[in-house]
């Protein structure tokens, strides 16, 4: 085991945020109460086998009658900072900015006052992947595929910053972009599924309504860019002087080590990886246009490009830079380009190395390996990519960063609770972090840990647990802390990596 005395509380910069995150779809519940409109997420999870268990978000923690507890819990725990997604359809049922559900209007009022008051502030998403099911048609013109839904998202986002922006300083347009679009158009396991697993690309089109995973993801990607930065022009225009707030997005980024050392294209490819996944949205954001190695490697008829208004628009759409990293893979180049999304890149992932060493240790969910460097060297290539004469060193925010235990869900309450792994997974990685921010002068101003609490994990159902707190879904939704968040909470009040986590029964658990 490591040891990290060194972590000072002088390392972090003052006013640096530390926090939770989570997302309205995965906790709130309450789907079909006081006028909340169905997303594409409530669709999605009704088609039989998509999700683990058949599972849904019908009830999912019942935050949206239990916020009240929820909050003073992270009060009790020392939490400033909380991260959580607004519900389109919750406040505006049709998706359409003509009716609007008061109701909604007032749940979110009542919950950033809550937090307000117990020293919490808010940063708040507008779109962590549920859509309104009333945006959402069957054809090739719908929702993020049509171009009508620029608009929609911006008078939406624009009801958010009217009604809510006095309590709401940080906001968060899209989270992780790359993860809805591949998962939702190009393998058909999210919603709006899009594509079917395992079925032929060029079939996809003759399966359940549609779907083209060779161009639908690009052509999605680059609406969803274009209403990014129109939300936040109408912020900068209408409100940002008055309301003094930030505004960016969450994107998902990975790290990755190359397969072979010796082979100069194995390294290369992993700076590939990043430019497809991160890149393809940041780089428009900060150069107007999407990075090299895509418009090189992908036809003209499958990418589009911005047009000179575009361009306007979306350069420099962001107060900062905001990441979502979990994991890390070795990475190679492939031989063969193939004509779908996929293997567009040219880069193949694989988890161990060409001497057969695996980079990390996987939690519950195969696809996140431990490999805490891979952050602190993130951090240092978006810094090097991103640092700009607007923006030189430029801000950085971690949106995300957390681990599911491995058989965690199949733990017992009394088990699961005792969550060291997920310990020793923050430890690795805050360290990392720190020496990002001490050693390598980074700008990172926020880091937040996924997530709160158990919750509904998209495909997964309930049966990967990010939570730091236990969800006991059997037991009337008992709250229990786990050790990562009696050690997370000892850490942000005395920055101390090495807290002792305090042995507690579990009735006292429940605070
Ligand atoms: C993110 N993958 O999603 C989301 O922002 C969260 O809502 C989610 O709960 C969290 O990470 C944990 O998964 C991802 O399979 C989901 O590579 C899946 C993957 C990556 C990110």
Known sequence: ????????????????AFGVATAAYQIEGAARIEGRGPSIWDDFCKIEGKINNDD?????????????????????????????SISWSRILPQGTIDSINQKGIDFYHEIFDSLIEAGIQPWVSLYHWDL??????????????????????????????????????????????????????????????????????DDCEQVRGGGNSSTEPYIVAHNVIIAHATAVKTYRDKYQKEQIGMIGWALSSDYNEPFDLENPQDVEAGNTQILFQFGWFMDPTVFGKYPDNMTNQISENRLPSFTEQEFQIIKGSYDFIGINHYTSRYITTQSQAGNDWESDSMIKQSTTNKEGKIIGPSGDSDWLLVYPLGLRKLLKWINNRYSTIDQPNPQICVFENGVTVPGESKKSLEDAVHDQFRVEYYKGYISNLRDAIVLDGINVISYFAWSLIDNFE??????????????????????????????????????????????????????
């Open 1 to 16: 085991k490591e040891d990290y005395t060194s972590c000072r509380l002088s390392d972090f910069p003052e006013n640096f």
């Open 56 to 84: 849904n978000g019908d009830v999912a923690d019942d935050f949206y009658h239990r916020y009240k507890q929820d909050i003073q819990m992270m009060k009790s725990l020392g939490i400033r900072h909380f991260r959580m």
């Open 132 to 201: 309104p099911s009333a945006l959402y048609g069957r054809g090739s013109n719908d929702a993020w595929l049509g171009q009508k839904i620029i608009n929609q998202f911006n008078e939406y986002a624009d009801l958010c910053f009217k009604t809510f922006g006095q309590k709401v300083k940080r906001w968060i347009t899209f989270n992780e972009p790359h993860t809805f679009i591949w998962f939702g158009y190009g393998l058909g396991i999210h919603a709006p599924g899009r594509c079917t697993q395992g079925v032929k690309r």
């Open 458 to 511: 998209w495909s997964n159902g309930y049966s990967m647990r990010f939570g730091l707190v236990y969800v006991d879904y059997k037991d009337s939704q008992t709250r229990y802390v786990k050790d990562s968040a009696l050690w997370y909470s000892l850490f942000i009040q005395t920055l101390n990596l090495n807290s002792v986590v305090p042995q507690l029964t579990l009735e006292q658990r429940i605070i």
